[in-house]
Each structure stands twice: as C-alpha cells, then as structure tokens.
C-alpha cells in the first residue's frame, strides 16, 4: 500500500507538469486548429532563459517564475507574429510543419547559447523532501500542485466571467461568426500563442526546479502529447487532467509491470482510448459535412 | 499553331509520359547514377548510396502523405521494422538478401496494417500523434526484445551477398539499390496514375466526399498505409545491409521528421518531388558540411552541428513560407514560363 501511494504522489508530480504543456498545447489548438510542436522546446528554452536570469539576478522561486512567464509569454507573441501569422490561410499541415522545424531550430540555438552539460536551476528553494503518509515530496512538488490549481482557477474565470475569454470561446467556437461579432481574431491567435507560452513558462520552471535543465528538456514536450490526446486537443482542462492521468499511469506501469513501460504507458493508453473516443475524453466531436 | 499541351482522350491523360525529352532525361539520369561509382570516390558512392535508400522510403512517405493526406509521424517504426525484419531473418534463419529486404517490406505492410486501423476513425493530427505514438512503442519494443533484436546493444548485419557472390558496398551493392530505386519510382508512378491513385487523391481531397462518391475508404486508407509501409520497409531493410549494425537510437522519431521535410521541400503528392527533395536535403547537409570543412578547425566547426541543425530548420520553415508547393512547384512554374513566353499563361 505505501508503495502504491508512494508511486501515486510521485505520478501527480510528474503529472502536473505534462499537465502545464498539455494545457499549452489545448490552448493553441482550440483557437487555431494547430497542434504546436514545438511547446517543449519553448519549454526549454524559456528554461534556460530562466537559469540565465536567475544566475544574473540571484531571483528567488517567485520573482524567477514571474519574470520567466514574462519572457515567455513575449517569445510566444513573437513566434506568432513571425512565423505563424503569415501561414494563415496554408493547410494546417504546412502549419504544423512550420512549429515542427521551429523546434528543430530552438533545439540547436539552445545547445550552441549555452552548451549540452546539465545544470541546476537554484532558486533557493529548500530541496529536502517533506513526508506526507508514506510518501517523500519535494517542496517544488507542492508548489507545482498549488499553482496548477491556481492556474485553472484563474483560466476558468478568466474564460467564464472575461470579454477577451468569452472572445476566445467564441473564436474556438466558430471563427465566421466570430469575426462577423466584431471580435478581432488575429488578435486572438496571438493572445493564444502568449497565454500557451505563458504555461510552458510554468512548466519549465518546475521542471528545471524538480529536475535538472538539459538540452534533452524538450522530450518531455513530447511525453506530454498523450496527456493533451486524452483529455481532448481542444479542452484545456481536460488537458491538466489528462496530464495527471497519464502522469499516475506511466509511475503505475513503470512500478508494477516492468521497467521502460514509463517511456510507452502513455501512448498505449491514448492508442485505446482514441479507438473508444476518437476526440478524447473532453474533446468536441467535430461534425463534418461534404 | 498549337498553344498548349492539350490531352484529347483519356489515353493521353493517363500515359506515363508523353513527353519524349522527358524519357530521354530519365534514361540518361539512370545512366549517370549507374556510372557513378566508376568516376566518384568512395566517400561520394557511399552517400549516393544512403540517398537513393533514403529515396526509397520518402517515396513510401509521400504516397501516405503526398497522396493519401494522411499525415504519419510514425515512419521511422517502418523504416526500423523493416531494418530489423531483414537482420533477424538473415540472422536467424540464414535467408538470401532479395528474400530478407522483402521480409522487412512485408513486416513493415503488416505493421502498416495496424497502424492503419485507427487511420479509419482518426482524422489529421489526432493520427499524426498516434502514428507518432506507434514509432515510439516499437522502438521500445526492439529495445527490450532480447536476444532477437539485441536491445540495447544493437544487431550487426552480414556483408551482403547476391547468388554467392559478396557484394562490397560501394560496387556490387550500389547497383542492387540502384535497381530497387528505379523499380520503386516505376511503380510508385504507375499505381498513382491508376485507379488506387485516383481512389488516393480523392481521399486526400476529402474523404467524405471520395465515400460519397463510392470510394471505399477502409480498403483504400488500409492499403494506402500498407503500400507505404512496405516502401518504407523495403528501405529498412536496404539501410540494415548498408550499415550492417543496427542500433535503436538511429531510428528516432527525428527520421520521420526528415523525411516528411524532405516531401515538403520537394513538393507533396509528387513522386519526381520526393526524389527532388530527397537530393536537395542530402546536397544542403553535404555542402553545409563542405562549408564547415574549408573553414577549419576554428570556433565555428565546434558548432558545426548545431549551425547545420539551424540551416535544417530554417529551410523548412522558409520552403513552407515561400514555396508550399515545393522545389516540384517551382520547377512548374519556370517551365510554364518558357513554353508560353512571351506570354504570362
């Protein structure tokens, strides 16, 4: 039983993270169509942009994390701007093949800035694990836990109760009608393209914390698209929950069946749950017409 | 005087070719590839070699992709199923090359079998991430198959040898993948100018529409991703005699990534396109290569890889940009120009 509960403490940890990019990826994807490949390597870099800030400015946890979504959120507006903006109109594929060799790029532009040895992100936070029951957790863990909540709570009022949330519901909705509402839609994507930054902002910062930060960062970009599959491209929260999900699957499988089944867990499990629900748990069936 | 290249029956429309310039090219340009292991030095032979298999399985790419629009990430668990179909069986059961490379097709057409399944009730990127996820399970797969793939460790190939006669890389090998390339390109062109071509195409265009119209979608879509597979198995296996060792972390997801950037920079749904891309990427890396070379062993070739890596994005991003339709696109265009000049159409 304590192991069970160990491996479902450290599985929500991990969870929350594929959680962050998950919700990033849904984020994109409900207001433009395009699944952004490069999300874990945004994720990295605006890490590493966060190691330089905090070894420059000797910032603690918080300062780091806000400055750092900062950052991110303006690297966002201008990946949109220069390279997404002026495919509109392209297939989604030539779109999506865009993000994929922007990623390719910001892998190497990362490796040649600041080389390929690990290094720590020190923020001083207290790296001693707190026990709960059985279970050791990191204090960074707790924090991730704390801000994924404040984070859907923020996003959900902001798209409950904002006009520019309730625009966006509206652009992901359909875009025709919302363009013919007054509800300027570039700006939309753009906003999209900042707020999804904005999370892989978070992401990276607790997993550069947790962790450590290394150029073979982006690969969790990757391990998070079962994450964003399962809970559905387009809906956000289903994405934190799915992360979590898949999270608690792969440290399940990883501790009972055998070791490397971390790597697949997940893909396996989307692979049966996409034959049941072809959009995902939360996702919108897209009804389509000839 | 006649203002165009007009077809007037359906003969004429579904021709190969009608253009004699254009067989007198092809056959030349098989010629020149034929010959080129007598002019060029080792090094050069042996990356033709790598090209025309990497040829092969962009072909296999582009009739998914190009023709059929159904997006794969998963290419590179093809191209690693069939490398490693063909080792175990020449390992195992001591089989000839012809007979191990073909095994390596047929096991990657059955595993496109698999992966085409979903392909029936997933649409766009929803499957490009499950194809992506089938290359992720077989690569662990061939890292925990034990004795049969060898893990970690990675399997060695023999030498190749064709009716007892071994056969070294850069002679008697060379014209094996020669041969296969050619073969590959003829039926690749046929099957897209037939039937199943068209049935492709419709699907591409829309595939509700191409049911409506009586195509049906689970044959086709299902033999669209086994024809792929196959090709791209067939290159597989091609690459396991080149190499001669294979190992996992060659078949990483970044080779679909290449691959599908080599389709695009030559233009999607075109065979002569893929094979354009294909030579235009080997010629960037070759010649950003070269460039590093001359300069020396300064600062910058340290960072060589990661400038060539940068070059290889951008051409991506910038082909997508400015070109969609490709280096094929391209070539339309200029030779639209000629034959109606002086005028614009």
């Not at chain 1, 800035?113 to 290094?119: C, F, L, N, S």
């Not at chain 2, 090094?43 to 399985?57: E, F, H, K, P």
């Not at chain 2, 997933?122 to 194809?131: D, E, R, S, V």
């Not at chain 2, 990534?257 to 094979?275: F, H, N, Q």
Request: hydrophobic residues 55%; charged residues 10%.
């Amino acid at each position: 039983m304590d192991y069970f509960i160990q491996l479902l403490v450290s599985g929500i940890a991990v969870g929350l993270v594929y959680g962050f990019i998950g919700m990033g990826f849904a984020m994109i994807y409900r207001a433009t169509g395009v699944v952004n490949f490069a999300q874990g390597e945004l994720m990295m870099l605006v890490t590493y942009v966060a190691f330089t800030l905090a070894g420059t400015f000797k910032l603690g946890f918080w300062p780091l994390l806000l400055a750092t979504v900062v950052v991110s959120v303006l690297v966002g507006l201008i990946v949109e701007v220069l390279l997404i903006r002026p495919m509109l109109g392209q297939p989604v594929f030539s779109t999506v093949m865009v993000t994929i060799g922007l990623a390719v790029i910001i892998r190497s532009v990362v490796v040649l800035i600041w080389g390929a040895d690990p290094m720590p992100l020190n923020t001083g936070l207290p790296t001693a694990p707190i026990r709960i029951g059985p279970a050791g957790v990191y204090p960074a863990q707790l924090y991730a836990l704390g801000i994924m909540a404040a984070v859907v709570a923020g996003l959900w009022s902001f798209f409950r109760w904002s006009r520019v949330g309730i625009a966006m519901r509206a652009t992901a909705n359909l875009q025709t009608t919302a363009l013919l509402m007054g509800i300027n839609v570039k700006r939309i994507f753009a906003l999209s393209w900042a707020l999804s930054a904005g999370l892989a902002a978070i992401a990276g910062v607790l997993v550069g914390v947790i962790y450590d930060i290394n150029p073979g960062m982006w690969m969790t970009g990757l391990r998070s698209f079962p994450a964003v599959i399962l809970g559905g491209l387009d809906s956000v929260f289903g994405a934190a929950l799915g992360g979590i999900l898949i999270g608690v699957v792969e440290n399940m499988s990883e501790g009972y069946i055998g070791r490397g089944m971390k790597e697949i867990a997940g893909f396996v499990l989307i692979l049966v749950v996409l034959m049941v629900r072809p959009y995902g748990l939360f996702g919108k069936a897209e009804i389509e017409r000839v | 005087m006649r203002s165009g290249n007009f077809k007037q029956d359906y003969r004429q429309l579904l021709s190969l070719t009608d253009s004699v310039p254009v067989i007198v090219w092809s056959i030349l340009l098989v010629l020149a590839f034929a010959l080129a292991p007598l002019l060029l030095s080792k090094y050069y032979v042996s990356l033709l070699l790598l090209l025309m298999i990497t040829a092969v399985g962009v072909l296999g790419l582009n009739l998914l992709t190009g023709s059929t629009g159904l997006i794969s990430l998963g290419h590179s668990g093809f191209l690693a199923v069939g490398a490693y179909a063909a080792g175990i069986v020449v390992n195992k059961l001591g089989w000839p090359m012809p007979l191990c490379i073909l095994a390596g097709g047929v096991c990657a057409a059955l595993a496109g079998l698999v992966v085409g399944v979903p392909s029936l009730r997933l649409k766009g990127l929803y499957l490009a991430i499950t194809t992506m996820a089938f290359a992720v399970i077989i690569n662990h797969l061939i890292l925990n198959g034990g004795s049969l793939t060898g893990g970690s460790e990675g399997l060695s190939v023999p030498q190749p040898t064709l009716f007892g006669v071994t056969l070294a890389a850069e002679r008697g090998y060379y014209f094996v993948v020669l041969a296969v390339l050619v073969l590959a390109v003829f039926v690749a062109l046929n099957l897209l100018r037939s039937r199943v071509g068209r049935a492709f195409m419709a699907i591409r265009e829309h595939d509700i529409a191409a049911r409506a119209m009586g195509v049906d979608l689970m044959r086709w879509k299902l033999l669209a991703f086994m024809v792929s597979a196959f090709y791209t198995g067939v290159a597989g296996g091609l690459l396991a005699y080149y190499t001669r060792y294979l190992n996992v972390d060659s078949f990483s997801l970044l080779v679909s990534i290449e691959a599908l950037s080599m389709l695009i920079v030559g233009g999607l749904g075109s065979v002569a396109g893929a094979l354009l891309g294909t030579a235009f990427i080997f010629g960037l890396n070759e010649g950003l290569g070269l460039f590093f070379g001359a300069l020396g062993s300064g600062m910058l070739s340290t960072a060589a890889f990661e400038i060539k890596g940068i070059v290889y994005g951008l051409a991506i991003v910038l082909f997508l940009r400015f070109e969609p339709d490709g280096l094929i696109g391209r070539w339309r265009d200029i030779k639209h120009y000629w034959t109606h000049w002086p005028f614009r159409f």
